[in-house]
């Protein structure tokens, strides 16, 4: 009987080569999980994710679907999911699914975080999870600069793929920048991402925080569609895939 | 022209053998931190801390003392220490101190806080700074053996060193057990703490917790002086000395 499962994951993906996989035996969080449920089951089994995140990128939550022939207990196979992932991917859910969901088809809304650890104090306990950026950042400046950018725009200009033929509109639905102690948090709530693009709408924000580019030059970049017009893009160390809506 | 310095670290003990240098070379905190200052003082630095912690232990802030005879601006050496010290090992501050301060002699007060998952759902952005037990804890019962705790006792149950010859007097201030989410955290302040003191009282406490021993076994463990009457011993990676005070 074949079923399908929605399963959510998180992972530190410090040493990953990101979700996606390149063989079947490789180094990512998507041929790691596949190899164990495909062992567990007796069946190759595969995974869709909500979406792709880039080598060293982490997710605090990922939603997966998958189908399988199989008439096993969920509860069974989570337990033995949470006893055999490596312990940087963690298994949070396992559901049985409509026929029809599909973890990437079917998203509707992520939120990405960026965490930037602006302090000349060191934090040596979450170091895997900030890019350390010690300028003094002007929050203000950056909150202007990021309220030019919500609503349904063509991202090309945040986006590394250059080839990309498919269309780069998006709609970014929030963009919000909060200081906790010596933390930055960028949260940026949207349909769909394109390629390295919350990495480089940070960058750009950083630019503008710490005086190295004006406030329009956000907006001026956006709608110039071109790549070398905004900023650099930040490590995937900071980034985190904070939620996925349904 | 020599004078005393007080230097606040934090450390993720993770891959150190504890702060205590073994040899000049060797990998531990004191010794990686001495080797640094002693390169950039050009003289050999011995430094003290307010007390030693166990492979695997870590520090949220620990206090240190060395002297020096040097006219370096403090605030430089501050920068050179966290530009180069490794990165899991921070410099939180640096100041001259009063000729006769010294660390472990002047220090008064110690909290450690020892951090338990006890959740069946994976945490793996804190997994280095967590010991997992997954067992129902009674944290009332917990609570009423810890309760029995504090006060000026010979705490020779709590303590691995079976040569040590030593007073195993010591005063525990408090003992506070509080659930957080998924985790459970155990917050010991005393005036100083036996050789795996903190790691045997929450293993103790762990056993109540889980059923495993009556909330009275511990009272009658303090009393019998015999380690053998005591739990077992947290594993190291649970274990932050929290704060010290002077």
Chains 1, 2 share one sequence.
Request: aromatic share 10%; proline share 3%.
């Amino acid at each position: 009987m074949t079923r399908n499962f929605m399963l959510t994951l998180c992972y530190d993906g410090s040493r990953y080569r990101g979700w996606q996989r390149q063989g079947n035996t490789d180094n990512t969080i998507q041929a790691k999980t596949e190899a164990l449920l495909s062992r567990l089951l007796g069946q190759e089994i595969e995974i869709a994710a909500s979406g792709r995140t880039d080598a060293g990128v982490h997710a605090r939550r990922q939603v997966c679907s998958f189908k399988a022939d199989t008439d096993a207990d969920v509860s069974f196979m989570l337990t033995e999911l949470r006893k055999h992932l490596p312990e940087d991917i963690g298994a949070l859910a396992l559901a049985e699914a409509a026929p029809r969901f599909h973890a990437r088809l079917n998203c509707r809304e992520k939120t990405y975080v960026y965490r930037v650890w602006n302090s000349g104090e060191p934090n040596v306990f979450e170091r895997r999870y900030l890019y350390v950026f010690p300028a003094p950042l002007d929050l203000d400046a950056m909150r202007k600069a990021a309220d030019t950018l919500p609503g349904e725009h063509d991202f090309s200009a945040f986006c590394s793929n250059r080839h990309m033929k498919k269309s780069a509109v998006r709609t970014l639905q929030s963009v919000e920048i909060e200081r906790r102690g010596g933390e930055v948090r960028f949260r940026f709530t949207g349909n769909g991402f394109l390629y390295n693009m919350v990495r480089i709408l940070t960058g750009t924000l950083l630019e503008v925080g710490s005086g190295q580019r004006s406030v329009e030059s956000v907006r001026e970049a956006l709608e110039s569609l071109d790549r070398e017009q905004a900023g650099f893009t930040a490590p995937a160390q900071g980034l985190i895939l904070w939620d996925v809506r349904y």
